[in-house]
């Protein structure tokens, strides 16, 4: 059996961004493990999931719309991390890097979209 996703450069990319978050929200206060940290992360992991599942779906259309969805996961993790920085548990520079990471996939992510059109 033959998992798509696996071949596409964009995985790659989520799997690098999530464990990027991983890394940067074990600094997070152990009092946010269950509020922001476990929010952010299963965020970031949705990105990959929704690509995964989408991929195999009957059609162009349908994998159109789980790409979607991880764009939509995406954009809900970086909403964390800026709300993370005016709350002082990340710092610019990670924000920074975390934030070019996100840009990047979502060109990748829009880029697949639009092949599928």
Do not use: C, H, W
């Not at 964009?10 to 990027?20: G, L, N, P």
């Amino acid at each position: 059996m033959s998992f798509r996703f696996l071949g596409f450069p964009v995985y790659k990319s989520i799997k690098q961004y999530i464990k990027a978050i991983y890394e940067v929200t074990a600094g997070f206060p152990k009092e946010e493990q269950f509020a922001i940290v476990n929010q952010i992360r299963r965020a970031a992991v949705s990105v990959a999931l929704n690509l995964a599942e989408g991929s195999d779906r009957g059609s162009d259309k349908e994998f159109q719309r789980f790409i979607g969805l991880s764009i939509g996961s995406l954009n809900e993790t970086v909403a964390v991390l800026d709300i993370s920085l005016d709350i002082g548990f990340i710092n610019q520079q990670n924000y920074d890097i975390i934030i070019s990471k996100a840009e990047d996939i979502i060109k990748q992510l829009s880029g697949l979209r639009k092949s599928l059109r």
